[in-house]
């Protein structure tokens, strides 16, 4: 069955780095685009970016311009968030997400605390 299990999330100080990774398995990963989202308890689940399958192409939200970058390794079967010059309201559980035989899958969440 399809699992993805993200990791790498923590506690960072204003401007700070994390690197979350995401581990897939169950499907054939480089066939598939992959999306991180993030949520915030009382709001809705907001998109953070997208990866296409092979990686050459990339989206992100205006929110993570510049400070965020997507990027996978198809060999490993991850997909990784680089999170740059981080600011308080970046704080959020982060999830990856993937649509297979149109059922979208999300993983367990990882909790990203930015805060001095």
């Known amino acids: 069955q399809v699992q993805l299990v993200e990791s790498g999330g923590g506690l960072v100080q204003p401007g700070g780095s994390l690197r979350l990774s995401c581990a897939a398995s169950?499907?054939?990963?480089?066939?598939?685009?992959m999306t991180w989202y993030r949520q915030v308890p009382g709001k809705e689940r907001e998109l953070v970016a997208t990866i296409s399958n092979t990686g050459s192409g990339t989206n992100y939200a205006d929110s993570v311009k510049g400070r965020f970058t997507i990027s996978r390794d198809n060999a490993k079967n991850t997909v990784y968030l680089q999170m740059n010059s981080l600011k308080p309201e970046d704080t959020a559980v982060y999830y990856c997400s993937a649509v297979h035989r149109g059922r979208r899958y999300w993983g367990q969440g990882t909790q990203v605390t930015v805060s001095s």
């Open positions: 169950g499907f054939t990963f480089s066939n598939y685009a």
